[in-house]
Nanobody
């Protein structure tokens, strides 16, 4: 289970921080991060961080967003700075994790709304 928090409303240029905690049967987390979906658009990658420390960012958020993980807490954070109206979307937490030594799957949070006004 992935539980998100931290969405909300902010004016353009402001900041928000999203948090997502994984719980349940977790053997290891391979990759964890965030996707988003704006109205009328497909879900897209925002940022992820893998177990080796490698990160992957959408070009549109590079230099503004930072993804980090607190491995001991099975948590991923997304610090969003210099927010733009185009960042308005439902943000979904994502995790690829092993729930046993040999079995893995992709998991999604319920989504949290981020609204940036101009």
């Amino acid at each position: 289970q992935l539980v998100e928090s931290g969405g909300g409303w902010v004016q353009a240029g402001g900041s928000l921080r999203l948090s997502c905690a994984a719980s349940g049967s977790i053997f290891s987390i391979v990759d964890m991060g965030w996707y988003r979906q704006a109205p009328g658009k497909e879900r897209e990658l925002v940022a992820t961080k893998n177990s080796g420390g490698g990160t992957n960012y959408a070009d549109s958020v590079k230099g503004r967003f930072t993804v980090s993980r607190e491995n001991a807490k099975n948590t991923v954070l997304l610090q969003m700075n210099s927010l733009e109206p185009e960042d308005t979307a439902v943000y979904y937490c994502y995790a690829r994790l092993y729930y046993s030594r040999t079995n893995w799957d992709d998991f999604w949070g319920q989504g949290t709304q981020v609204t940036v006004s101009s």
